[in-house]
């Protein structure tokens, strides 16, 4: 192993690997969540508005230019390790650049060029908010951001497909902490120093996704230039005519069920965006409170949910290579080990938080974005979608790296569909009974995740008998412990007291409530050896003596 000291590289096993990415970002998901509460402020609802519906429109467009090829590569990259064909898992990171050059061009080109005409399709009638003109400033700015992004993911996913995932999950804590700076400092100057338009303000924190990505992917250039041995980039061997078209063909291959699938989830949130804005609208809803709504669904409360998508996105960072080598080698019984594995950390993890946020939504919300009961009611029922989206999350991982190319978009595709045809009839059978409409989009689309995911689960079972016995005993094993967290969460909230227009108090209240509720949570599952059956014992021998710095 090539060592300097710069930085290490260390591959890791599984679970190591998954909780390195987990946390790196974990790190990078509470800087993504803390940023939000000065900057939602220093620009206020109508700048927070603004600044979703480009942030939205960025995010589905890079999961065209970036969400496929850089997963694809480290698929590729595992397997041709796996086999070991050194040449071709070089050759497959310098043609994965090139065309994620070609594809960031044409994705830059289109998205600034019609920047107006999305802006129209976001906004339709709209009254009484932002205008066309402003949303197609800030998605132009936003958009140079895809001419540097995508080279970063092309480098990290070559390094996670040597299952090394410190220098991938540092970048991006670089990456993440370099953007929020630039977005809090650049709206600070622009707002209240120079007196800039609130347009003017939005456009200069979105471009620091390209800030970001600069100094980020520099780190990750000297970390790979400094590593290049043992990496296998010292030498250039060329490849044939066939062989070339052989790795393209596999790079694309592979990389469009990934991006179908992140395409999928972005157009649950333009979807939502879109049908919500119109739908309040023609209920006779006011335009303010109109964005209001569709901005805290599609963006501000998702920005809560990161912290629980995170554990899903570390899990498929570490999941690939090692599904990808269990398929390569035709070892079943360790892609259904797998499988069960990151099920059952997502719902041991998973399902504490979302209660916990669920039950605390009003503090939490306040504590972010300021006292709105509003608000809170959006992120009380919102939070249940990031559950949601990390067994789906998983589930569409394992299938894409076992090659179920077909069930990927036929699940992706009925996932989407639900959530389309049912998002106007739920909002309005929801308002005819008196239960905001809103709400009836945020089931629309657990319903179509939902679905999508069982259709692949089922699809897995079906074609490798893999089982999922195991997970639904862990299931089984968290009822007991899930209902003493939500009972005990539910009496301190009747026996503390707080001011919910408090920041501080609010940060106290749900500071103690949750440390309490997850030692609740927490304890009997130590007790009853699940930790041990789901996280392995040498693993929590090993973190137990390094916490009570024994050697």
């Known amino acids: 192993m090539t060592k300097n000291k710069f930085l290490k590289l260390k591959t890791s096993s599984f679970i190591e690997g998954t909780l390195i990415a987990t946390l790196g970002i974990i790190i990078t998901k509470i800087l993504g969540m803390l940023y939000v509460i000065p900057f939602y402020h220093l620009i206020g609802e109508k700048g927070s508005a603004l600044y979703a519906y480009a942030y939205n429109i960025y995010i589905i467009f890079l999961s065209i230019s970036t969400a496929g090829i850089p997963i694809a590569i480290s698929k590729i990259v595992k397997e041709y390790q796996t086999l070991g064909n050194k040449i071709a898992k070089t050759r497959t990171y310098y043609l994965g650049i090139k065309l994620i050059l070609i594809i960031s061009l044409i994705i830059f080109i289109f998205l600034f060029i019609f920047a107006q005409p999305i802006a129209l399709l976001i906004l339709g009638n709209l009254k009484g908010g932002n205008t066309i003109a402003d949303v197609t400033f800030v998605i132009r700015f936003v958009s140079f951001a895809l001419l540097i992004i995508p080279f970063l993911s092309i480098s990290r996913g070559y390094l996670q497909g040597h299952n090394i995932m410190n220098v991938p999950s540092i970048s991006q804590i670089i990456e993440q902490t370099v953007r929020i700076v630039f977005i809090l400092l650049g709206s600070y100057l622009s707002l209240k120093i120079f007196h800039f338009s609130l347009k003017t303000t939005v456009g200069i924190a979105v471009f620091g996704a390209f800030i970001g990505g600069i100094v980020a992917i520099l780190y990750l250039f000297i970390n790979i230039k400094k590593h290049q041995k043992f990496l296998d980039l010292t030498t250039h061997l060329p490849l044939n005519k066939s062989e070339e078209k052989e790795i393209i063909h596999k790079i694309i291959r592979y990389a469009i069920p990934f991006i179908i699938i992140d395409i999928g989830i972005s157009l649950y949130n333009f979807v939502d965006m879109v049908f919500i804005s119109r739908t309040m609208t023609y209920l006779g809803y006011a335009g303010k409170t109109t964005e209001f709504i569709t901005t805290s669904i599609v963006t501000w409360a998702n920005k809560i949910n990161m912290i629980v998508n995170a554990i899903a996105v570390g899990l498929t960072t570490s999941l690939i290579p090692n599904i990808v080598e269990a398929y390569t080698l035709k070892k079943w019984p360790t892609v259904e080990k797998r499988l069960n594995k990151a099920l059952q950390i997502i719902f041991i993890s998973c399902i504490p938080m979302v209660l916990g946020i669920s039950l605390l939504a009003d503090a939490i919300w306040s504590i972010f974005y300021g006292a709105s009961s509003l608000g809170a009611k959006v992120l009380k ?171």
Do not use: R
Not at 411 to 417: A, D, H, M, P
Not at 480 to 487: A, E, I, S
Not at 489 to 515: D, G, M, Q, R
């Open 381 to 551: 029922t919102e939070i249940f979608t990031a559950l949601v989206y990390n067994l789906n999350t998983v589930s569409f991982t394992t299938l894409q790296s076992t090659d179920k190319f077909k069930t990927v978009y036929k699940s992706t595709f009925i996932g989407y569909l639900i959530n389309a045809c049912l998002d106007i009839p739920l909002m309005l059978l929801f308002h005819k009974i008196n239960i905001l409409p809103f709400y009836g989009a945020i089931l629309a689309s657990i319903i179509g995740l939902s679905i999508s995911t069982y259709l692949a689960l089922k699809k897995l079972s079906l074609d490798h008998n893999i089982h999922y016995q195991e997970t639904k005993k862990l299931l089984a094993k968290l009822f007991f412990p899930t209902l003493l967290m939500v009972t005990v969460i539910t009496i301190l909230k009747k026996l503390i007291p707080y001011c919910i227009s408090n920041k501080i108090s609010c940060i106290f209240y749900v500071a103690i409530i949750s440390l309490i509720g997850f030692i609740s949570y927490i304890l009997p599952l130590y007790k009853n050896h699940t930790l041990e059956q789901v996280f392995g014992q040498k693993f929590n021998l090993k973190k137990i003596k390094k916490l009570t710095l024994k050697k």
